[in-house]
Nanobody, 123 residues
Framework: QVQLRESGPGLVKPSQTLSLTCTVS??????????WSWIRQPPGKGLEWMGAITSAGRIVYSPSLKSRTSISRDTTKNQFTLQLSSVTPEDTAVYYCARARTVVVTTPDQGSWGQGTQVTVSS
C-alpha cells in the first residue's frame, strides 16, 4: 500500500521560496503510469491543484501558479519536491502530495494522499 508523507518548514517569510518534500513508500515514483501531485488548501477555501510529475518525469503545472512553481524528483530517495517562489501570506495553506491516475487532483477520493503539512507565510 502506497504511503506519502509531506515534510518541510512550517513557517516561511514573505518573498522567500517555500520548499516541500514528499517521501513515498510502498511504491516507486518511476513505475506504472501515475501522476504525483501537489495540492493545497488555504484556510476557509477549497483544494487547489498546483502541479504534478508523472512516473516518466514529465511535469505539468497549474497555469495560475506556473510562473512561481517548480516540481522535481529524486528517484534515488523515492521523493518528489515542490518549490514555490516569492510567497505571500496568501500562500498560507495546508499542502498535500498525492498519487493518482489523473493529472488534476482536487478531491481526496482521487488516489492516495499524504496527511498534509501546514505552511504559514508570515514575517
Amino acid at each position: 500500500q502506497v504511503q506519502l508523507r509531506e515534510s518541510g518548514p512550517g513557517l516561511v517569510k514573505p518573498s522567500q521560496t517555500l520548499s516541500l518534500t514528499c517521501t513515498v513508500s510502498g511504491a516507486s515514483i518511476t513505475t506504472d503510469y501515475y501522476y504525483w501531485s501537489w495540492i493545497r488548501q488555504p484556510p476557509g477555501k477549497g483544494l487547489e491543484w498546483m502541479g504534478a510529475i508523472t512516473s516518466a518525469g514529465r511535469i505539468v503545472y497549474s497555469p495560475s501558479l506556473k510562473s512561481r512553481t517548480s516540481i522535481s524528483r529524486d528517484t534515488t530517495k523515492n521523493q518528489f519536491t515542490l518549490q514555490l517562489s516569492s510567497v505571500t501570506p496568501e500562500d498560507t495553506a495546508v499542502y498535500y502530495c498525492a498519487r493518482a491516475r489523473t493529472v488534476v487532483v482536487t478531491t481526496p477520493d482521487q488516489g492516495s494522499w499524504g496527511q498534509g503539512t501546514q505552511v504559514t507565510v508570515s514575517s
